[in-house]
């Protein structure tokens, strides 16, 4: 099982759906969750922290689930600006090095009009 | 006031040749790191470092080396450039709770 997995897309939404995908992830001792967002010829930026009792940011909803090792982004009332591939990040035992973190290969959304 | 920087931003070479990229912060964080994001879009993770250690994915071949003149500055040196490392590389940053990424630079080996 790779250590972070997320399924690719392309996903098609039209505005103002709903759209959640998710990020699973192998090892148990994981610490620390991200989302990051990331436009095409862009860097990735930061979109929200995932904490363990889930957290919500305007349209985004960001959940953890322990027993099943993944975390999910929802987003609402989907606009065309939130076209973009979404990267889950997974911070391990280690902490933040090199040796603990990993994206995954990101999930490539589309908004159409 | 860009939080991290970049240069250059584009960077075309022959193979064989040494080059390097710069990389700076001013955001005052501890650590910084370089990712390689090749074809495909896979962001991999290079190096971290903060003022006390350096830690190095395994699967970075010795040719790539980081060198970091001050805090706010983390620099990645490549020798002996090969075809295979044509790719985005981001610099970034972090405090703690998330990163910060520089814009880019595309490398491309002839």
């Known amino acids: 099982r790779k250590e972070v997995e997320q399924d690719p897309g392309p996903f098609n939404v039209p505005e103002g759906a709903t759209v959640a995908f998710n990020c699973t992830y192998s090892n148990s001792a994981s610490q620390s969750f991200f989302w990051y967002r990331q436009d095409c010829r862009k860097e990735p930026k930061l979109l929200m922290s995932v904490y363990s009792s889930g957290n919500e940011d305007g349209r985004f909803t960001a959940q953890l689930n322990r027993a099943s090792q993944y975390i999910s982004l929802l987003i609402r009332d989907s606009k065309l600006s939130d076209s973009a591939t979404y990267l889950c990040?997974?911070?391990?035992?280690?902490?933040?090095?090199?040796?603990?973190?990993?994206f995954g290969k990101g999930t490539h959304l589309i908004i159409q009009p | 006031d860009t939080a991290v920087s970049q240069t250059p931003k584009y960077l075309v070479t022959q193979m064989g040749n040494d080059k390097s990229i710069k990389c700076e912060q001013n955001?005052?964080?501890?650590?910084m790191y370089w990712y390689k994001q090749d074809s495909k879009k896979f962001l991999k993770i290079m190096f971290s470092y903060n003022n006390k250690e350096l830690i190095i994915n395994e699967t970075v071949p010795n040719r790539f080396s980081p060198k970091s003149p001050d805090k706010a500055h983390l620099n990645l040196h490549i020798n002996s450039l090969e075809l295979g490392d044509s790719a985005v590389y981001f610099c970034?940053?972090?405090?703690?709770?998330?990163?910060?990424f520089g814009p880019g630079t595309r490398l491309t080996v002839l």
């Open positions: 970034a940053s972090s405090a703690g709770r998330g990163q910060f």
């Open positions: 990040v997974v911070i391990g035992y280690s902490g933040g090095g090199a040796d603990g973190l990993t």
């Open positions: 955001l005052g964080h501890d650590t």
